[in-house]
């Protein structure tokens, strides 16, 4: 079974899809040794460590492709691509697709703000017309090479043109044919059990629990029991990096040495073992002629 069947038939389940934030191979191998069935690539957090910069348009379509090869490279877990607002109009949402499709992506994330976009939880977005975003929801679809690759259509108009707006465009985009959809940042509780109840039971909704943002952080069980289908936590693992790293430097430029911060990190052998060199090099050994 393909990654995209299997992601499309895990998401048809009524337990929810529990997905980890990556930006890279690394962080794809080490939520799959977790045990997590899926993961998202958030353009957030490719922002934070590829260009130490924030999520405001920056990352491009070629970048994002080529981090999407090189996790594929390394899993074959379901990979879900967070592709901003596709890169420009809806030529260029059909060649992002294809690109993206093509080095791995197993569904496709398109939102609906305008360029140059930014965090769907920082201030100050624009948004294109629900007309515009709805051609780039039909175009995604038709360039796809498989059915199965899932679209994901995002809408960040609660922050922009308010929560009612938000619903009518996401009424919208599912009419377009998206295949999930996503309404970003909700404000409230409230919000977040009038839009699952509001909106089409047949098509699987995302959530996006951002630590600091703007929507209430809640556990994957109960946003499961409200009647989502996937949660994503896209930039916790760059948090958690951070955190680790302030302190690491912070010692060792008091320490100058990392002898007593041992027991906060694998050594040369256990990382080796995480990362299976040992195999990697067996593997090559065939290949070295003397067989």
Known sequence: MTAQKTLRERISRDNILLTPGIFDAFGAMMAEIAGFEALYLSGASIAYTKLGRPDIGLITAEELANVVGA????TGLPLIVDADTGFGNALNVQRTVKVLERNGASAIQIEDQSLPKRCGHLKGKTLISPQE???????ALDARND???IIIARTDAIAVEGYESALNRAHG???AGADVLFVEAFESNEQIKHAISTLDKNIPQLVNMVEGGQTPLMPADKLERLGFSIVIFPGALVRVIAHAADQYFRFLKSNGSTINYQNNMFDFN??????GT????ELGEKYDGGG
Do not use: Q, V
């Open 173 to 175: 985009y599912i009419e």
């Open 133 to 139: 975003m709805n051609g780039k929801i039909r175009a």
């Open 278 to 281: 040992d195999k990697m090099l």
């Open 147 to 149: 059915d199965n690759t």
């Open 270 to 275: 256990e990382l080796n073992a995480l990362l």
């Open 71 to 74: 996790i594929r490279e390394r």
